[in-house]
């Protein structure tokens, strides 16, 4: 591992204005968390607690209230501009619908001012990786949400970012797809060793995919409480691994120290 | 195909009723105290289409019909063009759009067909006063839709594409622009029939051609039935237009989902 880490949040607190009369809301508090060069970390919390807040954080998206973040030892500023070493998958669809399959794809490409031959040549190279070859044609709105997803992926690996966000990338999909895709997402993954900060609310999926996973408190003032290692060997199957006595003890420890903050996020959804 | 002959039998009833009512001696006269009262106020079917037929036989309505859908054209063109740049400018700054605020209400409130008589002063009697009225009557409909659309862009599109890479002029081009287009073919059909109506309007409030000019001059002679024959041609090329924006519409728009695309087997 090298001595800079790819992602680097310190100490990072952020406040909502309040709205329509209500007092200001800390979605999160004095949060630190790293992610080393070539490291897949998780992020697990329960709903609400402030993950993708994190993540625009580390994004560039949002400017915290306080804290810095550094990308490979360089202070990120949000309003000079997002974090241009990152790709993001976002949680909501963000394709754009306009545009066809392998116009999606392609975009941030155009974007950087790549000759369109190479650029096309490029997209349909990627469409074939995730599993879309002959779908570029088609608009988003004429993909299954399945494929959307694929595509998102595609679009964001094209631009081989040295450091990749993912939002809860496969909440939205079947088991059996999931599965599938966190297969493919591990084999992309392993040709490259990108840094991964993966957000997700499922622990199985967490362990089955990381080399670290963090645990968040419930909201309001969000921050890490846990830390733990996944040492299980790779490359791994996501279908395969959860049947491991290992896996099963990796997600006891976990889990217990997730569950109180389940139920107290719980509970105060209920009082809300 | 079957709602094809519901609505033309509709149409047809429609005229059978107006001929009867209309055609002295068929029906005694209810209201009127004299027999040929009736089409006197309402025209005869039979010779508003016969005015119509001459008309096309003879060539005589081609020139005014395509001044006016010139002046139509130009209308929603220019007014279109308008409409999207200046509501792409206030929906992308707001300061710009908090200054303009009362200025565009206030302009959106007037009744701007009194406006015509002024661009007559300003712009002649030529079509370039229709032109200007069509303008401000479709301006504010692109305008309105535009400021809509770009304000209503999906942040999650924008934070996506900023990460992609994009710069503040790529986005406009590859985010609000789409997304601004979407909202102006929605308000197309709008826009297109507002700019016929300043068209039709400004030639009948004073000109020397078109459609408008030919009726401001029948009802001069008391000619109800050429007044209802030019009326009729209006309203023929009203719907002729709004099927033309909705092929274009599609054409376009592909990428929109619609409502049954299945197919049947
Ligand atoms: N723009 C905003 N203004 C005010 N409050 C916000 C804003 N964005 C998020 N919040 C609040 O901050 C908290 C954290 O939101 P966030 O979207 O980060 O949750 P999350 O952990 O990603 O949840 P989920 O798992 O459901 O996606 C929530 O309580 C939310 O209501
Ligand atoms: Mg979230």
Redesign the pocket.
């Known amino acids: 591992m090298s001595a800079v880490p790819a992602l680097a949040l310190k100490d990072i607190t ?1 406040r ?2 309040a ?1 329509d009369g209500g007092g200001a ?1 800390t ?2 508090a004095n949060a630190s968390l790293t992610v080393e060069a070539g490291e897949f970390v998780s992020v697990v ?12 954080i580390a994004a560039g998206l ?1 400017s915290p209230s306080s804290g810095t973040v550094e990308v490979f030892g360089e202070k990120l500023v949000a309003s000079e501009g997002v974090n241009r070493r990152a790709g993001y998958m976002f ?1 909501a669809d963000a394709l754009m619908p306009w545009r066809t399959g392998i116009g999606n794809v392609i975009a941030g490409l155009e974007f950087r001012g790549v000759e369109e031959d190479e650029a096309l040549a490029q997209g349909e190279a990627w469409l074939r990786r995730v599993g879309l070859a002959g779908f570029g044609d088609r608009y988003p709105h004429q993909m299954s949400g399945g494929m959307r997803k694929r595509l998102a992926l595609a679009q964001t690996l094209i631009l081989s970012p040295d450091i990749l966000l993912m ?2 990338p496969f ?1 939205a999909l079947d088991v059996q797809t999931r599965q599938l895709m966190e297969n493919e997402l591990l084999a992309l993954w392993a040709e490259d060793r990108k840094s991964v900060l993966f ?1 997700t ?1 499922d622990l199985e999926e967490a362990i089955a995919l990381s080399d670290r996973v963090v645990v ?1 408190s419930a ?2 003032a ?1 921050r890490p409480i846990g830390d733990f290692k996944v040492d299980l060997d790779r490359p791994r199957d996501v279908s395969e691994i959860r049947m491991t006595p290992d896996f099963a003890r990796l997600h006891r420890e976990i889990w217990a120290a997730m569950k109180e903050e389940v139920l107290k996020a719980y509970a105060a959804q209920k009082a809300a | 195909m079957k709602l094809r002959i519901l609505q033309f039998s509709i149409f047809a009833l429609l005229i059978l009723v107006w001929h009867l009512m209309t055609t002295p001696g068929i029906v005694p006269p209810f209201y009127f105290e004299q027999d040929n009262r009736a089409a006197f106020f309402f025209g005869e079917p039979v010779k508003v289409f016969g005015v119509v037929v001459d008309w096309f036989w003879s060539g005589e309505i081609f020139g005014h019909l395509g001044i006016t859908l010139l002046e139509t054209a130009l209308g929603f063109v220019i007014g279109s063009a308008f409409g999207l740049g200046i509501g792409l400018w206030l929906a992308l700054s707001p300061t710009a759009s908090a200054v303009m605020d009362p200025y565009i209400k206030g302009f959106n409130s007037m009744p701007r067909v009194v406006l015509a008589p002024i661009f007559a002063v300003w712009f002649g009697l030529g079509i370039w006063s229709k032109v200007a009225l069509g303008v401000t009557l479709v301006f504010f409909v692109v305008f309105f839709n535009v400021y809509q659309g770009v304000r209503e862009v999906s942040p999650n599109l924008i934070a996506n594409a900023r990460m992609l890479g994009a710069t503040r002029h790529q986005l406009l081009r590859a985010i609000y622009l789409p997304s601004a287009m979407s909202w102006v073919f929605a308000s197309l059909h709008n826009a297109v029939g507002l700019a016929f109506v300043g068209a039709v309007v400004g030639e009948y409030l004073g000109s020397s051609r078109g459609v408008g000019y030919l009726i401001l001059q029948a009802e001069g002679t008391f000619d109800i039935n050429t007044v209802f024959a030019g009326i009729l041609v209006l309203t023929g090329f009203a719907l002729l237009l709004d099927t033309g924006v909705g092929v274009v519409e599609r054409r376009l728009m592909t990428w929109q989902p619609r409502a049954s695309e299945t197919e049947r087997v």
């Open positions: 952020c909502f204005a709205r809301y979605a999160v919390g329960p709903t609400g607690c402030g993950k993708s807040t994190l993540l625009n949002l949680q939002d809860e909440s957000i609310h968040l909201g309001p969000t």
